[in-house]
Nanobody
Framework: VQLVESGGGLVQAGGSLRLSCAAS????????IAWFRHAPGKEREGVGC????????YFADSAKGRFFLSSDKAENTVYLHMNSLRPEDTAVYYC???????????????????WGQGTQVTVSS
C-alpha cells in the first residue's frame, strides 16, 4: 500500500494550491481518503475527507468554503484544492486512506490505516 502526496510549496496569502494523493496497493473504491495537517506546536488535525465510491465530502470548519476535494478514480488519485490560503494554513499535509466512511464529522486520525509521507505547504503573509 502506498500513498504519495505532491503539490505542496510556498504561496502567498490569498493564493491557491492543489495537492495530489496518488494511491496504490489497495482497492481504491472501497476506501475514504482524508487529508490531515500538522503545524509546528499543534496536534495533527483533520482537514476533510472524500468517500471514493460515494463522492461525499466533509470539511473542518477551517476549510469549509475554501478547500474542495475531487477524485480521479481511473488514476486512483485524490486532489485537495485549496483556495484563499492563509498563513495559518501553513503545515505538513498528509493524505490517509481508511475503510471508515467519510461522514458528517471531521476525519479522525485513528480511523485511517494508511498514510502518505506528507507535503509541506507554506503560506506567506
Amino acid at each position: 500500500v502506498q500513498l504519495v502526496e505532491s503539490g505542496g510549496g510556498l504561496v502567498q496569502a490569498g493564493g491557491s494550491l492543489r495537492l495530489s494523493c496518488a494511491a496504490s496497493g489497495f482497492t481504491f473504491a472501497n476506501y475514504s481518503i482524508a487529508w490531515f495537517r500538522h503545524a509546528p506546536g499543534k496536534e495533527r488535525e483533520g482537514v476533510g475527507c472524500i468517500g471514493i465510491s460515494t463522492d461525499k465530502t466533509y470539511f473542518a470548519d477551517s476549510a469549509k468554503g475554501r478547500f474542495f476535494l475531487s477524485s480521479d478514480k481511473a488514476e486512483n488519485t485524490v486532489y485537495l484544492h485549496m483556495n484563499s490560503l492563509r498563513p495559518e494554513d501553513t503545515a505538513v499535509y498528509y493524505c490517509a486512506a481508511g475503510i471508515a466512511l467519510c461522514s458528517d464529522y471531521v476525519p479522525e486520525v485513528d480511523e485511517y490505516e494508511y498514510w502518505g509521507q506528507g507535503t509541506q505547504v507554506t503560506v506567506s503573509s
